[in-house]
């Protein structure tokens, strides 16, 4: 007597089959289908409407991605955000327009910042919610203006200026920062460094805030903060605000502080974090250049806006003096070029302009290589080096003049 | 084990007992070299696992000049050390829950208070609240409440001769009265 | 003509399932895994699903899907300080089904830990850790390996919880191994050989990762290996023990000869089925091909499919990178571990060390306490037993949350405010209480009826209940600070930058 299965199981097994087919293919389809490519495929749509010759073939498609392993971040947001680059989406919506305040933009180019780096947000992300930051366990969202208008939802503070400030720190003012260039004349004006230690000096009577931007929200005390907003940003308006309210017993004085200059000063308080890792590259203000005297500041600064600027700007000074132009050269291997006519028909017979477009010597293996000129660029010298030629004659002529008529 | 025996050629069953000739206390003796040299073996394979070095923060550290700390209590986040500074005598109580390795609170009283614990009279600014079991200990560190087995531990502390700053050493304890006069 | 190419190379590569000779079936035995490891036949009794509701088998293809996935996250991950973290979110977000893989391995983990502790109960509550009288089998023994797997497996999670290097990790390693570090005069020694330093840092990392990557998949692969191999040797599921019981009122026949198989030779006795007379006939078993395998099969496409349909809706969460400085409130061990932690609020020597030691060893010790024979395979034994059951349950009940509400509304240092030993508050606390309130009741039921087993099946309820109260409260009940909330309060907000 054989036996044989149920149907029934085998039924059984037909569904776990078909469930594990649907699962599957759930997954696969789940994960097929991201956000991005509608973006994406929009913007195709967006540059053929607004610049009819770019070629849509190719537009960036895929995963977008920015890592800077000198800030230790990556970036995916040029994934959706496909205009942040291009000039002439002002006028489009987000995700696909040009990024405003060009200037600033121009000088923070994408490839070495990044994004998250001034906005905040998760850069690891790809989807929408995600990218954003404000989830769960994030600690730094986007600083948007919708973050910004849960403080005050008719004139948002530009949260991201905190961001700004982490490495701007220690300048007094910069451009494109309002609220936080506030804040820091307060700090200025208000006697903050009476009591609280900051940038370096200060006094003991209230904590050292040198690093309260790192202070963690575990750290502070929000039973008397009677708000909805349990954030250390808030935190910090309220203190400010009215300080023995939030911290009962304070003797920080109530200063008056109206709304938007409290979320200023709040901001620049968040900004003040631990910025020993910043590589020296991303700190404004840092030259890598040997020490100069005043004096040797001074001359530099003539010898690049003077008349000269062209032969320092060439490298010609690296070896010739010109000192028609007042052009100090730091080695002084070539002669100076104020004399360069009478120099150039002496030792090769040749006007300055044949002896440039044809050199020898030296010369020539330096304007092949190192200083390479074009001919515009040549007859621009020439040019120069005839009117220091001039200066110079004049000079001696007005010299001996005076000299003649002495005593 | 299977039962079956090999007579010896003396005829003497080993089911009474180890076998007492000669080959067999070399086969014993055999044995317990072979285990011998196998413990032998072993134990550089254990032993490499206990770290001779650590990359760990040092234990002995300077935290500042002792004039640049406020009065009453400073919280050390880095080392988890809360610094206490009265006029010219500073003493430091570590920030590590003696519970579970959870870092404690400081809870401050508004005014000041005479305590006395253990027959030890001090002035407490507040008392020591660990967030993680609700243990909690007084201004001197002492446990009273929660699952705290023992109190917070007090470090060594002294000026440092190279530069004049104050230097914690976290792996020497010191007594609760212990103060250092600057 | 190509389908009857493909059809002829599958007929050749599968002639093991359908033998044409006498000859032909024993080299498939013998050549094919599976017809190896099931026996010829099975019985009926051991293939309901009421006898076991397959959960050894659900445990063993969830851990096949732990190594499938973990071998494949090995790939992804990153065991460094630095790295650790971005490489979990990389795989969040940047690796194509990084999500999936991760949630299916997350959740596979939870649920393995979970079918552990049912399959023990399913054990336990039928009887199968005994030995037999018809035959004497070793499933004495085999209940000790399965503790020691139960002890392996909430290692390999422990050792994972850390891997992701987030705050849930970084802390639930702090607090457990913390607990371990309450054993008395060799804790910190055995904490700092975990962490391989002081503090938790690369090395601790490195350690647990090689721990759960390597070295204990393969010890637990082992002895997994060992714990099915026993059953087979001991003749199949325990309730075939009925069957042998039934068998012996039958017309004993001639007896099989048979050998005695081991693992490298070394073999005590000789198999049970060599001894026992012949126990499965046609009435009362079937043919392993295809009835078990079909139905292991069954089992095996239902778990999978269930395991990728939870990661299709559970999430696996990732919080703030770990921060030594900053402890979250509340931190918890992992939930497994939270009934412990609750206890060791109240004590860490007693709750951290002495209780889990006395649980692990009393399992461990329960098939050699309790010598009796009758009701093998029948849950709860028999109708006493079920009485038995529910009155340890109840009692587990009421003594677990009398014990909660002591520590709740009267901790033991309010009460005693003077007294300062620690050993004395070590010893006079609620898991005390709870621990000497259980084995009374041990021996109460002892007294009175008379049986070990009823005794154990009261114990062993109690127990359960009251893991599963300590662990409920743990995990819910407990806010932050670790102050008491119930399900319908409402935990304070918790703060965040902005």
Known sequence: MMKKISQREILWVLFAAVAILAVGIAAIVYD??????????????????????????TLPSGVQQVWIEKLDRVDRCTTCHLGVTWRGLEDVEQPWTTHPMQEIFDNHPIEDFGCTVCHGGQGFALAEYDAHGFVKHWEEPLLSDIAGS??????????????????????????GMPYINQAKEFVRTKGCKICHVINGDGGKLGPDLTREGDKHAEGFDFSNLVSDQVTVFNWHIKHFQSPPTIVPGSIMPEMNFQSHEAQALAMLVMSWRDDEDLPRAYLPGVELKDEMTPEEIARD??????????????????????????????????????????????????????????????????????????????????????????????????????????? | MASNTIQNETGVSSETGADPTRRGFLGRLTAAAAAAGALVAGWPLLRSLVPNVLYEPPKKFRIGAPESFQEGVTFLEEHRIFLFRDSSNYHAISGICTHLGCTVKFSPFTLPQEETVREFTYRALGEFHCPCHGSKFRGEGTNYAGPAPRPLKCFHLEVSRATGELMVDVATEVSRDFRLVV | MILSKITGVWEKLTWSWRPESNREAGSGIVANFLLHWFPNRISLRSLAFPASFYLGTITFVVFLVLTVTGVVLMFLYVPSVERAYWSIKDLDHAVSFGWLLRRLHRISAHLMVALVFLHMF????????????????????????????????????????????????????????????????????????????????????????????????????????????????????????????????????VPKKSKTYSVLGIASGTTVQVNDPTTLNEDNSVPSTPFLTVRILLITLLTVAVSIGLSLVVHAPLEAAANPEVTPNPAKAPWYFLGLQEMVGYSALMGGVIVPTIVILGLMLIPFLDREQKGIGYWFTDGPGRKWGVFGFVYGLVTTCGCLALALLAPMRSIFPTIESQVFFDLVNPATFLLLLFAGMYFVVLKKTASTRYAAIATFCAFIIAFVILTYTGT???????????????????????
């Open chain 1, 150 to 175: 849960e403080y005050d939802p008719r004139n948002p503070p530009p949260l991201y200026e905190t961001q700004c400030n982490f490495c701007h720190r220690y300048e007094r003012a910069t451009d």
């Open chain 3, 122 to 253: 399913r054990v336990f509550l039928t009887g199968s850790y005994k030995a037999g009288e018809v035959a004497k089998s070793a499933r004495p023994f085999n209940w000790v390996l399965g503790v020691t797997l139960l002890v392996l497996t909430l290692l390999l999670s422990f050792t994972g919880y850390l891997l992701p290097w987030d705050q849930l990790a970084f802390w639930a390693i702090t607090v457990g191994t913390n607990i371990a570090a309450a054993v008395p005069y060799v804790g910190e020694t055995i904490r700092q050989f975990l962490l391989g330093g002081t503090i938790i840092g690369q090395p601790t990392l490195i350690r647990f990762y090689v721990l759960h990557c390597a070295l204990l998949p393969l010890v637990l692969f082992a002895i997994a290996a060992w714990h099915m191999w026993r059953i087979r040797k001991d003749g199949g599921l325990a309730i075939v023990e009925q069957d042998r019981k039934e068998a012996l009122t039958r017309e004993p026949s």
């Open chain 1, 301 to 407: 600064r003539r010898m690049r806006e003077g008349d000269g600027a062209f032969f320092v700007e060439h490298n010609c000074f690296v070896c010739h003096s010109i000192k028609a132009y007042d052009i100090q050269s730091p080695t002084n291997k070539g002669p100076d070029l104020s004399l360069a006519p009478d120099d150039v028909r002496a030792r090769f017979n040749k006007t300055v302009e044949e002896f440039l477009f044809d050199p020898t010597g030296t010369m020539k293996i330096i304007l092949e290589s190192q200083i390479v000129l074009s001919d515009e660029e040549k007859w621009q010298a020439v040019e120069k080096i005839m009117k220091a030629y001039d200066i110079v004659k004049n000079r001696a002529v007005e010299a001996e003049a005076t000299a003649a008529s002495g005593p």
């Open chain 3, 476 to 498: 819910a009940l407990r806010g932050p600070n670790w102050d008491f909330f119930w399900p319908w309060q409402a935990w304070p907000i918790h703060p965040t930058a902005l």
């Open chain 1, 32 to 57: 097929t289908a991201p956000e991005w490519k509608y973006y994406q495929s929009e913007f195709g749509a967006i540059i053929a409407e607004n610049f009819a010759d770019v070629d849509p073939a």
